[in-house]
């Protein structure tokens, strides 16, 4: 079965600063890979996705991440953060085989943005 | 519509009873998903219809949990006897044919069990 580490809990960042957040996979082929948002009281947000192909993968609000298999990892960042940023980051990972599976969801990151 | 609706956005409930969340899924999305957030498990998901069948009911947290769909559209996840363990958000996600990968999100109903 697949699972999804995310190991930071919470981060703080000041505004316009560089962000990183971590994502660790676990699954024996290649993944489906997804970052969401989540803002206060809003559902969750698609930032990207990797399903194929470059592993670099540019997403919305200025997001990008880099799949890495040999480290099974599949990190967000962003150059610059924006007081907007804050809220909560999901690492998702599916099975490239069924379209009917679920997607299983990291823990989260909850990411303060200081001024 | 134009994204997926659910409702209601908050529901708070007394021990026992039975609750009703209802997922209104973009129109034409053949299927449907449902999943849970709760502080202690992150997002679990629970279930999925293709068209008004849903294949595998696995996912479920008890029996006490149940969801139809009819009408290949609004989906409706009953609970019945609730316990305050399913305090939680419940997530309902829909798209044109059955892939979760490409799923669209609703906002989500919290439901307070007291």
């Known amino acids: 079965a697949q699972s999804v580490t995310q190991p930071d809990i919470h981060i703080t960042v000041s505004e316009g600063a560089s962000l990183e957040l971590r994502c660790n996979y676990s699954y024996g082929a290649t993944p489906y890979l997804f970052w969401y948002v989540q803002s206060p009281g809003q559902g969750l947000q698609l930032l990207l996705k990797y399903f194929s192909g470059d592993t670099l993968v540019q997403g919305i609000k200025g997001f990008e991440a880099e799949f890495k298999r040999s480290q099974s990892s599949f990190n967000l960042r962003k150059p610059s953060v924006h007081w907007s940023d804050a809220a909560e980051y999901f690492c998702?990972?599916?099975?490239?085989?069924?379209?009917?599976?679920?997607?299983?969801f990291g823990k989260g990151t909850h990411l303060i943005i200081q001024p | 519509g134009a994204g997926v609706s659910q409702s209601p956005s908050n529901k708070v409930t007394e021990k026992g009873k039975d609750v009703e969340l209802r997922c209104d899924p973009i129109?034409?999305?053949?299927?449907l998903y449902w999943y849970r957030q709760s502080l202690g498990q992150g997002l679990e998901f629970l279930i999925y219809f293709q068209g008004n069948s849903a294949p595998d009911k696995s996912g479920l947290p008890s029996d006490r949990f149940s969801a139809e769909r009819t009408g290949g559209s609004v989906s409706t996840l009953t609970i019945q006897r609730t316990q305050q363990e399913d305090s939680a958000v419940y997530l309902c996600a829909s798209s044109e044919g059955v892939d979760s990968a490409r799923a669209f999100f609703g906002q989500g109903t919290r439901l307070t069990v007291v």
């Open positions: 129109s034409g999305h053949t299927a």
């Open positions: 998702a990972v599916r099975g490239s085989g069924g379209g009917a599976d679920g997607l299983t």
